[in-house]
């Protein structure tokens, strides 16, 4: 059984939206916080937001306006919703979760450090 399993991707027009989901198992979904990273064509991995246990969210610059992430706790489910989506947001797209600090929840998020449990990424393409 995966830890985390992502859904949700496929193909859509500029300008449309898309809701991925993120299935937890039950001890990756109570980690400290979870995550949601991106890998365009040719480039590599990077951070799109984070949330942690308490609901408070972080979504990054690129996505700030356009992308909303949420959690249901009675369905271990993370999700990332991003609308007016363009060819840039073209991406595998992963969650990941693990631990943090009473004081810092997504510490590991802001400092760079690998997560404990990672999804196998759902593809999203977006045509002109």
């Known amino acids: 059984q995966e830890n985390l399993m992502e859904s949700g991707g496929g193909s859509v027009q500029t300008g449309g939206s898309l809701t991925l989901a993120c299935q937890a198992s039950v001890t990756a979904y109570n980690s400290d916080c979870m995550a949601w990273f991106r890998q365009r064509p040719g480039y590599g991995r990077e951070p799109i937001g984070n949330i942690d246990r308490s609901g408070h969210t972080d979504v990054e610059v690129a996505l700030r306006g356009r992308g909303t992430i949420s959690r249901d706790d009675a369905g271990n489910t993370l999700y990332l919703r991003i609308n007016d989506l363009t060819p840039d947001d073209t991406a595998t797209y992963y969650c990941?979760?693990?631990?943090?600090?009473?004081?810092?929840?997504?510490?590991?998020?802001?400092?760079?450090?690998?997560?404990?449990?990672w999804g196998k990424g759902t593809q999203v393409t977006v045509s002109s």
């Open positions: 990941a979760a693990g631990a943090g600090t009473v004081i810092s929840p997504c510490e590991a998020y802001y400092i760079g450090q690998d997560f404990q449990f």
